[in-house]
């Protein structure tokens, strides 16, 4: 029988998946260091009332989320807690007391061995009496399932927490926020690959162009976000393609995020939390191979490196070779990703992370509009050229550290580094000729650099006035991006989309042009200070109510030539703005939660200049939110409802009262309002869920280039999925898995003009998969299809960059993903 100890610092990482972790400290003072209390004090702690609010689950997850509030030590057989469920924990008690709870009709009972540390033992057979003067105890049931459990990973398709909407590891049912979680049992279950791919799960989230594959972008809320949706453990990455291998939950925040994160688009963000170094040894390797000559190797182990939980290590290794339902499109990336965790005291952690990936590839510009459809062409033609490489190289250093003062009181500190270097080989095309069949076509070769770097310091603190409980969160951040190109833009030869001659460019040719004859200097940079503060305030352990603000001090500056770097004329905006967000949730029971928000948030520059030549006021947005939450079944089932509406202000627009076509001014205004729903997590202990719809009535509110009251460009009204799976638990057929699910999207405008649209789809996809055990090593073999009915469709359009109807992103045909897995 194998004993499993769950230190408290791992059960944070592992429970809560979610905490903000960005990077080396610039200094360390020695006074956060406390020293270590006395056996006595610890004792004299453990008899000090606490806030709980831990729902009811599995009772490993229950145990996690009770040390993470308590930093006690829990250990126990593995096989005791296996199955067994706890009923949760409300209110404010001692630990001692919360774990009774905890425990309650489970069968299992607790003894101490240090004074914050007890081992979880069967509770003692009932004394039988004779039958006048005795009780038998009935013990609930411990159900035990098959090997086809997630066991180790510890995560079904319901996540009950997150911090990403607080920063604060809060129960989900209690943050009066929109926020939707995908764990990793859905991505692996799903073979996810990309962000893309795990996304299609959340409700209102659609893919955006992302300059053909460079960058993950995606609209939220019928909003595009740019270069600013994806964020890594709450670090802004702008200009990145994450790498799923090192991911552990993906977090999709709805709505004005600025509050906690800065300068940020309306309609939300994608946070990344990525995988943690564990105490318990852990190994896994997986080889993927698929459709159109995909071959992908991930590799994961984890575990400590001394004799103790003192110091832990993870390493994550991905390798991925494929070519493309496109012509001439292929991906060729390696990464690597090793962290370390080095726990000081039990108070005193330290993590430090580090990623390196070298990616090959073809970026992808997709296919023109034609009429007001997508061009009926072959969706593997593409227009540019064959032999055009891109190539990155991403180099990501991450340390944070925490001090827990006391029970109540931490502090935690970080800092990031991300630096990107690549050159851009491609063919752009822009513009369809008004023959309606030769597309222009520009030869882009070009030399990027960039770096962004950031750090952050917390404090957050638990207390009590007049019994109204407070957590509360005091913050500054400071975030830097830098990018520098130099390169050539020039005219090439157009192409026949309907009888493409290719090879009329001479790559070499450009490749000179790029190093000896740049005609295309470019720099820009962006830096914000900010200051936060959150209170969330509970009364009567069911009216939560956040209030909080946050302070920026942005400046940018970018500027073109095309003579060189030193002939920019920069444009240099300064920025400073207050945006305070306040949210209201009531929980009259356990399984329901009403809530509501307002928020406003500060948004991207404005590039233009009005006609006085002064700067553009930046773009800024308000929101207004109402929904409800519950869990069901034990809080395995968890679903959602929010009404939304946000207007986007100062949009930049045209200036119609002056002659310069050039000059513009910040009138325009943009709104989206609807209904999303999400549900999630099992129904029985065989079968799994998601389901998930949107109503988004996106619209231009305010225009000077006659676009009032037009849709918003690849917002589907109405789309939705659902996937379920199936395990065969306890049958003849246990260890096998089965799965389905439909992505449905309505018909999406293609531009502001609304000139033409992308057709809405029904995309049908599929999974099995047979777990078994072979000596100490689970394995698990896997197959998917996706898009089995093989259908055409079209993801979204290049609205960022203005090329709409020259750059329409075509979606994959059937598709069929294998693997297997090895696991001990």
Sequence with gaps: MTRTIIHPSTAILSATLTRVAIGIALAIPAFFVAPRVSAAEIAARSEQAMPFSIPAQPLEDALNDFIAVTDWQVGFPAELAKGARSPGVAGSYPPDKALKKLLAGTGLVYRHTGARAVTLERAPEPIRLAAAEYQEVQLSPIMVKGEATTEDKGQSYAVTRSSTATKTDMPIMETPMSVQVVSRTVMDDQQVITVEDAIKNVSGVQRDWGYGSLNDSFIIRGF?????????????????????????????????AAMLYGRVDPGGIVNIVTKKPLSEPYYSLQQ??????????????????????????????????????????????????????????????????????????????????????????????????????????????DFNWSHRFN????????????????????????????????????????????????SYIDLTGHFQTFGIRHNVLVGADWYEYHQESVGSFRPVTDIDIYNPVYGTVDLNQHRVFRDHAPTDFFTATTEWFGLYFQDQITLWDKLHILGGGR?????????????????????????????????????????????????????????????????????????????????????????????????????????????????????????????????????????????????????????????????????????????????????????????????????????????????????????????????????????????????????STDIIDGNPRGRITVAEPLTVLGSIRLEY
């Design 288 to 397: 993927q191979f698929g459709s159109y000559d995909l071959y992908r190797t991930t590799a994961d182990a984890t575990g400590p490196i001394t004799g103790n939980d003192a110091l832990l290590y993870r390493f994550n290794l991905s390798y991925t070779n494929a070519d493309s339902f496109r012509d001439f499109v292929f991906t060729d990336r390696i990464f690597v990703a090793p962290s370390l965790t080095w726990r000081l005291s039990e108070d005193t952690e330290f993590n430090l992370n580090f990623e390196y990936k070298n990616t090959d590839f073809t970026l992808d510009h997709g296919i023109p509009a034609v009429g007001k459809r997508p061009a009926k062409v072959p969706i593997s033609r593409n227009l540019g050229e064959r032999g055009t490489e891109t190539h990155t190289d991403d180099y990501l250093v």
């Design 224 to 256: 595009p976000t740019r270069q600013s949706s994806v964020y890594r453990n709450g670090f802004r990455m702008t200009g990145y393609a994450a790498e799923t291998a090192n991911v552990e939950s993906i977090d999709v925040l709805k709505g004005p």
């Design 407 to 454: 029970e109540n009181w931490r502090i935690r500190n970080g800092f990031v580094a991300h630096l990107q270097d690549y050159f851009l080989e491609t063919i752009v095309h822009p513009f369809l000729r008004p023959d309606n069949r030769s597309m222009g076509r520009f030869a882009n070769f070009t030399d990027y650099e960039r770096h962004q770097y950031g």
């Design 551 to 795: 302070h920026d001090w942005a400046h940018s500056k970018s500027g073109f030539s095309d003579v060189s770097m030193a002939a920019i004329d920069q444009t240099v905006i300064e920025t400073e703005r207050f945006q305070p967000r306040v949210g209201i949730l009531y929980q009259p029971w356990p399984w329901l939660s009403v809530y509501g928000n307002y928020v406003e948030s500060l948004g991207a520059d404005n590039p233009g200049r009005s006609a006085s030549g002064e700067p553009l006021k930046p773009e800024t947005a308000e929101q207004f939110e109402a929904g409800v939450k519950t869990e069901l079944l034990d809080g395995r089932l968890t679903g959602s409802l929010a009404y939304f509406h946000i207007e986007k202000l100062n949009m930049q627009t045209a200036d119609i009262s002056t002659p310069d076509p050039n000059d513009q001014v910040t009138v325009g205004k943009a709104r989206s309002q609807g209904i999303e729903f999400d549900l999630k997590g099992q129904l029985t202990d065989s079968l799994s869920l998601i389901a998930t719809y949107a109503y988004i009535d996106g619209r231009i509110l305010k225009d000077n280039g006659g676009n009032e009251g037009n849709r918003l460009p690849n917002v589907p009204e109405h789309s939705g999925s659902f996937w379920a799976k199936y395990d065969f638990f306890g049958t003849a057929l246990d260890g096998f898995s089965v799965g389905t699910g439909v992505y449905v999207a309505g018909q999406r405008e293609g531009d502001n003009e609304n000139t033409f649209q992308l057709p809405g789809y029904v995309r049908w996809d599929a999974m099995a998969a047979y777990r078994f055990r072979v000596g100490p090593t689970r394995m698990t073999a896997q197959v998917n299809v996706n898009n089995i009915l093989d259908k055409t469709y079209y993801k």
